[in-house]
């Protein structure tokens, strides 16, 4: 069925890209085709609903060139830019670094890191583009450039969530994969007060989601470069983080308190139905050890709570819980390597 699909919109394409000057006309298509791939709502959409994992990463190269085509078409549209930048940001993190991190020759993960962090650019640069073409009039640039950036996040509304999410995501997915580069060390502000002001606006956002990304955000940061991140932002951000988790009795340098309140909200808000979460969970267990056989055992919870998860009880997110769950099962084979 997608493959069908696929051909059945690559003649609609070849017939729009045909259209020439009809150029309203062309562009409501081509938005109209891009926002397939990345729709669904709350029912997802053909490929979060898919049950074979192989044959959506095999598709999904296709389905980013295509969308990239279509941009391309129409390159001053915020919708083809998010498109295609979602589809590059979820073949990194779905399949590129998960394949990445399990492979055991050095050589070849050299090369499947420099992959994964240009893939992850790919996508941020055209989520990026979006939000550019979007509030091209009211200075954007300019904005993205300055150091104070809080004219630029106050232009950010409810429909901008989605772009803040993943290309903040995407750009911090390049950082963690090489944090020695320079340029994103010296931009890493950006993709943190992109999230937060995501978590600003909606921090109920993909039944948890941003939870989950702020499990590995702040759990893994130093607070050196969050506390530089909030200095870019002192009228917006910086008094919204300090209130958000003043309020909740949090000491903001405290990771374990911090990761331990994002997990319960994630859990919350997904109804304890996101492995993305719990593996999460475990990989950040892992890596802050306190104490290794009370650690090893809370590692193990954590990814047996993401694998008793019931895909095809969750049919809108059966893509996403096998793919993680496939994680989850490599986490569990390398335990005792973990836990010394």
Not at 49 to 72: F, G, Q, W, Y
Not at 163 to 169: A, I, N, P, V
Not at 281 to 310: S, V
Request: charged share 25%.
């Amino acid at each position: 069925m997608m493959i069908r699909n696929l051909y059945c919109v690559a003649l609609f394409l070849l017939l729009v890209l045909s259209l020439g000057s009809c150029a309203s006309i062309k562009r409501g298509a081509l938005s109209s085709v891009g926002k397939m791939f990345t729709g669904g709502g709350v029912n997802g959409n053909s490929f979060t609903r898919d049950s074979d994992p192989i044959l959506v990463e095999d598709a999904l190269p296709t389905i980013l060139k295509m969308t990239e085509l279509m941009r391309d078409a129409v390159p001053d549209s915020p919708d083809l830019n998010f498109g295609a930048g979602q589809i590059a940001v979820m073949y990194a993190g779905g399949f590129l670094q998960p394949k990445m991190e399990q492979q055991e020759s050095f050589s070849e993960k050299k090369k499947m890191q420099v992959r994964t962090k240009a893939m992850y650019l790919r996508g941020r640069d055209s989520i990026v583009e979006g939000l550019r073409q979007r509030y091209k009039s009211k200075g954007f640039e300019e904005k993205f450039q300055a150091d104070n950036l809080d004219d630029l996040l106050y232009l950010m509304e409810e429909k901008d969530v989605p772009f803040l999410y993943w290309g903040g995501l995407a750009w911090l997915g390049a950082f963690a994969l090489d944090p020695f580069d320079f340029e994103l060390l010296t931009g890493v502000s950006r993709p943190i007060l992109l999230l937060w002001r995501a978590m600003q606006i909606d921090p109920d956002y993909g039944q948890g989601s941003l939870h989950t990304s702020m499990v590995t955000v702040m759990g893994s940061l130093p607070v050196s470069q969050v506390a530089e991140a909030l200095n870019h932002s002192p009228e917006l951000i910086q008094p919204f983080f300090e209130e958000y988790y003043g309020s909740r009795g949090i000491d903001w340098q405290d990771k374990r308190a911090v990761v331990d309140h994002h997990y319960r909200e994630g859990a919350r808000l997904s109804g304890g139905q996101d492995p993305s979460l719990y593996v999460a969970m475990a990989n950040w267990t892992k890596a802050n050890q306190e104490n290794p056989a009370e650690d090893k055992e809370r590692f193990k919870e954590y990814l047996n709570k993401a694998l008793d998860i019931k895909a095809e009880e969750n049919i809108p997110n059966r893509l996403l819980i096998l793919l993680y769950q496939q994680q989850a099962e490599y986490l569990f084979d390398k335990v005792e390597e973990y836990f010394l």
